[in-house]
């Protein structure tokens, strides 16, 4: 057994010697771009428009970008991948509708938010709208995501089904295979605007969250660059503006 640890600290021990950190700040700059990652399938935050990557954080972080005096290139990837893929070097910055929670960061570290929101309850019906309500119910969620960490938590509910993306979580609800799904308050009020006859009802938000952009742990010459320059961008109305654009509403945090 002993012989067993030793051998699978070597091989951790040797992982993380070869592993390369996302770049620091004088790196990024030498090269004049920054790569960051988001999902693109997490409308109106993060979404593609035909081939373009576009979306409220999309617009946040390129403004950012520009405003640190950055070129930005774009990956696009499953939820899943995209904090991991910092420790990996795959990009610098990734901004995807994280929640700033403790869990992740022990293994990143996040900016200053660029929203505040919550997780919301939606049904097909108006009987669902609190937490009491979901009791003995199938709710769906997107895997990796605070809403499914909540809503393992609510006392009573019969089973949590998480799926790849929140639009498989929505489908989900909509064909019927779920009673619930719990999703961010700012995409439900979007989605229902855009289907207002496809009988969706939202109830009561059943957490808070603050939203930040990742950068890989401990990269604190470029979390700071990017609060910089997301501060200014708030003060000038940037932010707002863009905000405005997508939400009618500003969604920064108060
Ligand atoms: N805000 C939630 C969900 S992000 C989901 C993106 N599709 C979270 O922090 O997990």
Same mark, same amino acid.
């Given at each position: 057994?002993?012989?067993?640890?030793?051998?699978?600290?070597?091989?951790?021990?040797?992982?993380?010697?070869?592993?390369?950190?996302? =770049?620091?700040?004088?790196?990024?700059?030498?090269?004049?771009?920054?790569?960051?990652?988001?999902?693109?399938?997490?409308?109106?935050?993060?979404?593609?428009?035909? &081939?373009?990557?576009?979306?409220?954080?999309?617009?946040?972080?390129?403004?950012?970008?520009?405003?640190?005096?950055?070129?930005?290139?774009?990956?696009?990837? %499953?939820?899943?991948?995209?904090?991991?893929?910092?420790?990996?070097?795959?990009?610098? @910055?990734?901004?995807?509708?994280?929640?700033?929670?403790?869990?992740?960061?022990?293994?990143?570290?996040?900016?200053?938010?660029?929203?505040?929101?919550?997780?919301?309850?939606?049904?097909?019906?108006?009987?669902?709208?609190?937490?009491?309500?979901?009791?003995?119910?199938?709710?769906?969620?997107?895997?990796?995501?605070?809403?499914?960490?909540?809503?393992?938590?609510?006392?009573?509910?019969?089973?949590?089904?998480?799926?790849?993306?929140?639009?498989?979580? =929505?489908?989900? @609800?909509?064909? &019927?295979?779920?009673?619930?799904?719990?999703?961010?308050?700012?995409?439900?009020?979007?989605?229902?605007?855009?289907?207002?006859?496809?009988?969706?009802? *939202?109830?009561?938000?059943?957490?808070?969250?603050?939203?930040?952009?990742?950068?890989?742990?401990?990269?604190?010459?470029?979390?700071?660059?990017?609060?910089?320059? @997301? &501060?200014? @961008?708030?003060?000038? %109305?940037?932010?707002?503006?863009?905000?405005?654009?997508?939400?009618?509403?500003?969604? *920064?945090?108060?």
């Amino acid at each position: 057994m002993k012989k067993i640890l030793t051998t699978v600290a070597t091989v951790v021990a040797l992982c993380s010697a070869v592993s390369v950190q996302a =770049r620091p700040l004088d790196a990024i700059q030498k090269s004049g771009s920054i790569t960051m990652g988001s999902e693109g399938q997490y409308a109106p935050f993060n979404f593609f428009r035909g &081939k373009e990557l576009t979306g409220y954080e999309i617009d946040v972080a390129e403004a950012v970008a520009k405003k640190m005096g950055l070129k930005y290139e774009w990956k696009a990837v %499953g939820f899943d991948a995209l904090l991991t893929g910092l420790a990996q070097d795959r990009w610098d @910055l990734v901004i995807a509708s994280h929640a700033i929670t403790p869990e992740r960061e022990k293994a990143v570290s996040f900016t200053l938010p660029h929203y505040c929101s919550g997780g919301i309850i939606v049904a097909m019906t108006p009987a669902i709208k609190t937490a009491k309500d979901l009791a003995g119910k199938v709710v769906a969620v997107q895997t990796g995501t605070t809403y499914l960490e909540h809503v393992k938590k609510v006392p009573g509910v019969k089973e949590v089904k998480n799926f790849p993306t929140d639009e498989a979580a =929505r489908n989900a @609800l909509v064909s &019927k295979r779920v009673d619930a799904w719990v999703t961010d308050r700012f995409v439900a009020k979007e989605m229902i605007s855009k289907n207002a006859k496809a009988g969706f009802n *939202t109830g009561d938000m059943l957490f808070v969250e603050q939203v930040a952009a990742a950068v890989s742990k401990g990269n604190t010459g470029l979390s700071d660059a990017y609060n910089k320059a @997301l &501060k200014e @961008l708030i003060a000038d %109305g940037t932010i707002k503006a863009i905000s405005e654009k997508y939400f009618h509403e500003d969604v *920064t945090c108060k």
